[in-house]
């Protein structure tokens, strides 16, 4: 791998760990649904120039349908279910919980598509799982506000679960579409989702310049360059070593959490974390275990 790819793959996973940062900040004073409405319009005023200008306006046609279910799984709800979870819980913590997409996608491949899982993949499973558990439990143990700690959990799983459906979709319903086709179109239909809901839960008191300005670096970085950033990655590198970059996430997410906002990050979410991501890893088949040596027999 060239050292300007491997910058490339840190780059992603650092804007992306930095999404959480600009969601903590502008989700108070927007509301979840506002912001989503708003994500989503800047995002698509960005992105469908890109999108024409490289000729792809037949290829985002031919596949509407298909990209509209995109824009509500991948787009429109994730983004409400992560801006509803910053409301209550931190930046590091959303990281982490949202690195469970891959546990969500080949539970749902299994399930949905038929996709066998080996034993070693179905520890990862049991292992990733068990990490969100002992996170989620650690973080209702320390707080007061228990239900609204555990609705905030839930939200992020709920958006990770929807992820790693919409994977699956794609690849069985949209693998010859292109992939800055979906990622545009889906903004789009996003907005289209998103635009009455945003006019009628518009906050009374209009947010401050700090609020916009996460919001606008929220679309502008994290929404539209890095999608082209990681596209670009995928055809250079393939799918399956540019999603690498993932595992990253929640490193960044908790760093930018710590650093910008004086979060905190204890012992334990460091070992539900490192957890959640070796049971990713298994379940991915990013890691493989060797296997167990049987004992030679004697002959007799």
Known sequence: MRRSDMLSLVLVAAIWGASYLFIRVAAPEFGP??????????????????????????????????????????????????????????????????????????????????????RLRMAGLAIGFAGVFLLVADKLHMQHGMLATLLAALACLGATLLYGFTGNFMRKHLSTAGPMTIAAGSQFFALAYLALPTAFTWPAQQPSLHAWGALLA?????????????????????????????????????LWGTLFLNEQFTLKMALSCAVILFGCALTSGLLTLPPLQRPMQKPL
């Open 33 to 118: 649904l506002a912001m989503a409405g708003v994500r989503a319009l800047l995002a698509s005023l960005l992105m469908l120039p890109l999108l024409l200008w490289r000729g792809l306006g037949a290829d985002l046609l031919q596949h509407w349908k298909g990209i509209a279910l995109v824009g509500l799984t991948n787009v429109a709800l994730p983004f409400v279910f992560f801006n509803y979870a910053a409301l209550s819980i931190s930046a590091g913590l959303s990281s982490i919980l949202s690195s469970t997409t891959p546990l969500f996608a080949a539970l749902i491949g299994a399930l949905w598509l038929g996709e066998t899982l080996s």
């Open 218 to 254: 929220l679309a502008a970085l994290c929404t539209t360059f890095a999608y082209v950033l990681f596209y670009g990655l995928i055809a250079r590198l393939g799918a399956s070593r540019a999603m690498s970059s993932l595992f990253m996430i929640p490193a960044f997410g908790v």
